[in-house]
């Protein structure tokens, strides 16, 4: 069965940094395009960053562009996600998707993917 857990979350202050993993079982991970997601309280699930299954290509939000970096360890089954510089407004739960390598990918849209994980909370205060 396929798992992905992510782990990291925490409260941090404002202009700290941290780094988010998440952990793919039972998955051919090398195949596979990730990305991440973040959903704040009363909000819409929205994208955050996207890597493809080589490594070779990077996509971010706007909103992170410049602070957070994507990356993925293909020997370790994890991706992550580095965050600096962080805002108030990052404050959200960030889950981590899955879904295999195609040519097409809409990769800042959640029915792109196909395997979620449970999500890590992420509280930055000022």
């Known amino acids: 069965q396929v798992k992905l857990v992510e782990s990291g979350g925490e409260l941090v202050q404002a202009g700290d940094s941290l780094r988010l993993s998440c952990a793919a079982f039972e998955l051919a991970f090398s195949s596979y395009n990730l990305g991440w997601f973040r959903q704040a309280p009363g909000k819409e699930r929205e994208f955050v960053a996207a890597i493809r299954w080589s490594g070779s290509t990077t996509y971010y939000a706007d909103s992170v562009k410049g602070r957070f970096t994507i990356s993925r360890d293909d020997a370790k089954n994890t991706v992550y996600l580095q965050m600096s510089s962080l805002k108030r407004e990052d404050t959200a739960v960030y889950y981590c998707?899955?879904?295999?390598?195609?040519?097409?990918?809409?990769?800042?849209?959640?029915?792109?993917?196909?395997?979620w994980g449970q999500g890590t909370q992420v509280t930055v205060s000022s």
């Open positions: 998707a899955a879904r295999v390598r195609t040519t097409a990918w809409d990769y800042g849209s959640r029915s792109s993917y196909r395997y």
